[in-house]
């Protein structure tokens, strides 16, 4: 049963506090989204990446977001420091590529108080 | 600027009738759109994807339609069944080369027995 796999699937953590969510995708797939999703902006794409390189990170504030993919198998998103505003659900997703769809994760949900 | 459109109000219809969902958009010229459902506490999950050549696409219950003069994708549930009721999100990829993947805020259906 292919899926993408998100740890932890619940975060919470004081401001300030450096917090890495993980995410596994399906085996195979060679494009990796990251997305945020609140009430009040809705999903918003942060970062992705195809065969392990990060194309655009043109969501993500730079000063204290950060995505990596330190192999196929692997993507990371990591907040330092983390502030209350982060507060949200964070997707990943995966995709073939091409005009396929993208296959997203369970998320972790991150509080920051 | 560049925005994705859906109405935010629920939906809410009896069992059995035509379910429509509307998703306009603005500033953009895709190549395809993606319908995508999220039940509560899940990611998305994806349904359907049009292309900008065709008209209408079928998928047992589902229908999709896209009018680029318009700008506007409908997105039809026939003989609605309560096990329909989630959000519905509509997404673009306005390059057309699956780089990015932009969503609307999504539409809440209820379908009430």
């Known amino acids: 049963d292919a899926r993408v796999t998100q740890t932890p699937r619940d975060k919470v953590t004081e401001m300030g506090q450096e917090v890495t969510m993980r995410c596994q995708p399906i085996?195979?797939?060679?494009?990796v989204f990251w997305y945020r999703q609140t009430m009040m902006q809705g999903l918003e794409l942060l970062a992705y990446f195809r065969n392990r390189a990060p194309l655009d990170d043109s969501g993500m504030p730079k000063d204290r977001f950060s995505a990596e993919m330190p192999d196929a198998t692997l993507a990371t998103l990591k907040i330092q420091p983390s502030e209350p505003r982060d507060s949200a659900v964070y997707f990943c997703?995966?995709?073939?590529?091409?005009?396929?769809?993208?296959?997203f994760g369970q998320g972790t949900r991150l509080t920051v108080v | 600027s560049q925005k994705i459109e859906q109405n935010s109000e629920a939906l809410n219809i009896q069992e059995g009738k035509t379910a429509t969902l509307t998703c306009n958009y603005t500033?953009?010229?895709?190549?395809?759109l993606q319908w995508y459902r999220q039940d509560p506490g899940r990611g998305p999950v994806f349904l359907l994807l049009?292309?900008?050549?065709?008209k209408e696409k079928r998928k047992e219950r589902l229908k999709v339609t896209f009018d680029t003069t318009l700008k506007q994708s409908l997105f039809h549930i026939t003989a609605s069944q309560p096990a329909d009721s989630a959000t519905y999100l509509c997404a673009l990829d306005p390059a057309g080369n699956f780089n990015k993947f932009y969503f609307g805020s999504g539409t809440k259906l209820n379908v009430k027995p």
């Open positions: 049009i292309r900008e050549n065709e």
């Open positions: 500033n953009y010229s895709p190549a395809y």
């Open positions: 997703a995966s995709a073939l590529g091409g005009e396929t769809e993208a296959f």
């Open positions: 085996l195979g797939h060679n494009t």
